[in-house]
């Protein structure tokens, strides 16, 4: 089996609101964490978030799943690793995994629509861009 290469792993730290009564990190922010690791994917392949948008296309999470095996609480230090897993005519997906230490405590997919800037309709990406995710899928690395 190959192994995977994230194409990032984004170091993030519990901050305290973020924790529940229970002592522990709130179901929704998990989501939250993803969508910061998405933005930095975006940073590492076009630069910035805007120099995606100025290639006519912007993505929009059109499914989400997330599995919990273990809390994390108040001040632990994360990893969110990205995995681009499939890339369609209009959409891909990304398995990400959070891990305290060696320990991964959720791993979430999304599945991203890309959407025509203009008038947000889905739409095939430009061939840059999809080069541009496509040299990160698991064939590929």
Known sequence: MTERRPIVEMPLRVRYHECDAQGIVFNAHYLAYADMAAFEVERVLFGSH???LA?????VVAESNLRYFAPCRFDDELAVAVYLTRL??????FELEVRRGETVTTEIRLRYVFVDTGNYRKTEPPPDVRAAYAKHLPEAV
């Open 50 to 52: 805007d120099a995606l």
């Open 55 to 59: 290639t006519g296309v912007d993505v």
């Open 88 to 93: 369609g005519t209009t959409s891909m997906q």
